[in-house]
């Protein structure tokens, strides 16, 4: 049977989206609409896309800057929205996206997401990461009706952003593989199509000729490729086909450490790491990093093998209805031999 997939029905990924917003969303019948800004962002980006939403005739009924993701904070927000509107766009970085797109979910709105960076595919994603009960929780949300990126102001943000988002789109190297190992050991079921999207997705991003990662073709790729993972995720059902045990590896870094480090840098890390582990595609991802200065970034963090070893023994607790790679206790047990014996772990962690 058939199934109904839902995606994104305005996708801008250029030069100028920002100042083109009004027009996007009057070709889309929208008049009255929400906008939530990331912390400090009104001051940068308010001026321009409210003249743009101006010249179209649309009617900003509300806006705000956002600076956080508690679940109570967002339910208020939701269910004290104007009576008239239509839309919410989020502008900003993961925290006012994930608002966004979970305000828009409980009130069955659409949600158009403009990241101003390129760290994930949260953008992309019908996924949000609250805080629930004081603890960093995953909730199903809004898959963007719309998403508009702007490669001018992707690049303008500093550029730790973009190797977080370079580390989140070839993760999908590992987290596919982790699916299919999975689905043969039969906890799980592969869709094909997913499969090929995410696939084509990162393939597609590796592969792209680069000098330097402000490049437009090279933004545009990474961009294209992250929009491309929450279309791979909605088609699944789940994450699956976008994330791992490099994902669980993160998520445990995130729980007990003070201070993690971006999402997409400590994922890439894991990438590598579990690649390995995998015996999959680790000469690839390598290259990469290499090649795009990902490394030398991660080199500078001075983050600590002890935290990385501790997230793996954590890994399979944090989705235990998952069964990944290490969701098997010889492959933790390689993965924590590989994070001191391997050359490249060795270099860039301490």
């Given at each position: 049977?058939?199934?109904?997939?839902?995606?994104?029905?305005?996708?801008?990924?250029?030069?100028?989206?920002?100042?083109?917003?009004?027009?996007?969303?009057?070709?889309?019948?929208?008049?009255?609409v929400?906008?939530?800004?990331?912390?400090?962002?009104?001051?940068?980006?308010?001026?321009?896309?409210?003249?743009?939403?101006?010249?179209?005739?649309?009617?900003?009924?509300?806006?705000?800057?956002?600076?956080?993701?508690?679940?109570?904070?967002?339910?208020?927000?939701?269910?004290?929205?104007?009576?008239?509107?239509?839309?919410?766009?989020?502008?900003?970085?993961?925290?006012?996206?994930?608002?966004?797109?979970?305000?828009?979910?409980?009130?069955?709105?659409?949600?158009?997401?403009?990241?101003?960076?390129?760290?994930?595919?949260g953008?992309?994603?019908?996924?949000?990461?609250?805080?629930v009960?004081?603890?960093?929780?995953?909730?199903?949300?809004?898959?963007?009706?719309?998403?508009?990126?702007?490669?001018n102001?992707?690049?303008t943000?500093?550029?730790?952003?973009?190797?977080?988002?370079?580390?989140?789109?070839?993760?999908k190297?590992?987290?596919?593989?982790?699916?299919?190992?999975?689905?043969?050991?039969?906890?799980?079921q592969?869709?094909?199509?997913?499969?090929?999207?995410?696939?084509?997705?990162?393939?597609?991003f590796?592969?792209?000729?680069?000098?330097?990662?402000?490049?437009?073709?090279?933004?545009?790729?990474l961009?294209?490729?992250?929009?491309m993972?929450?279309?791979?995720?909605?088609?699944?059902?789940?994450?699956?086909?976008?994330?791992?045990?490099?994902?669980?590896?993160s998520?445990?870094?995130?729980?007990?450490?003070?201070?993690?480090?971006?999402?997409?840098?400590?994922?890439?890390?894991?990438?590598?790491?579990?690649?390995?582990?995998?015996?999959?595609?680790y000469?690839?991802?390598?290259?990469?990093?290499?090649?795009?200065?990902?490394?030398?970034?991660?080199?500078?963090?001075?983050?600590?093998?002890?935290?990385?070893?501790?997230?793996?023994?954590?890994?399979?607790?944090?989705?235990?209805?998952?069964?990944?790679?290490?969701?098997?206790?010889?492959?933790?047990?390689?993965?924590?031999?590989?994070?001191?014996?391997?050359?490249?772990?060795?270099?860039?962690?301490?």
């Open positions: 049977m058939a199934k109904n997939i839902s995606i994104p029905a305005i996708l801008k990924v250029g030069a100028g989206a920002l100042e083109n917003i009004g027009r996007y969303m009057k070709e889309d019948n929208f008049q009255n929400v906008i939530y800004f990331g912390n400090g962002l009104i001051e940068l980006f308010g001026q321009q896309v409210m003249e743009s939403l101006k010249r179209e005739g649309i009617q900003v009924l509300e806006y705000r800057e956002i600076d956080t993701v508690d679940m109570d904070d967002i339910v208020e927000m939701a269910f004290t929205l104007p009576a008239r509107v239509e839309t919410i766009l989020s502008i900003g970085g993961g925290k006012v996206i994930d608002a966004g797109k979970y305000a828009a979910f409980l009130r069955n709105l659409p949600f158009i997401s403009v990241p101003t960076s390129s760290s994930s595919d953008f992309s994603s019908a996924s949000a990461s609250l805080i009960n004081g603890k960093r929780t995953s909730v199903p949300a809004r898959l963007a009706h719309g998403i508009i990126v702007d490669i102001v992707i690049r943000a500093p550029e730790r952003f973009i190797y977080s988002g370079i580390g989140d789109m070839v993760s190297i590992t987290s596919l593989y982790d699916w299919q190992f999975e689905a043969a050991a039969g906890y799980s592969i869709n094909d199509f997913a499969v090929m999207i995410a696939k084509k997705a990162v393939n597609s590796v592969r792209t000729p680069f000098t330097s990662i402000k490049e437009d073709l090279f933004l545009r790729e961009l294209d490729s992250l929009a993972s929450g279309i791979a995720n909605e088609i699944a059902g789940s994450s699956a086909p976008t994330s791992g045990s490099e994902h669980l590896i998520h445990a870094l995130d729980k007990f450490m003070e201070e993690p480090a971006l999402h997409g840098i400590q994922v890439g890390i894991a990438t590598y790491l579990m690649a390995k582990v995998q015996d999959h595609r000469v690839r991802v390598n290259t990469v990093f290499t090649d795009t200065g990902f490394w030398d970034h991660v080199e500078t963090l001075k983050l600590r093998k002890a935290d990385f070893e501790k997230a793996i023994d954590m890994a399979p607790s944090i989705k235990p209805h998952r069964h990944t790679y290490l969701h098997e206790e010889k492959y933790r047990e390689e993965a924590k031999r590989l994070l001191h014996e391997d050359e490249i772990l060795n270099r860039i962690l301490v």
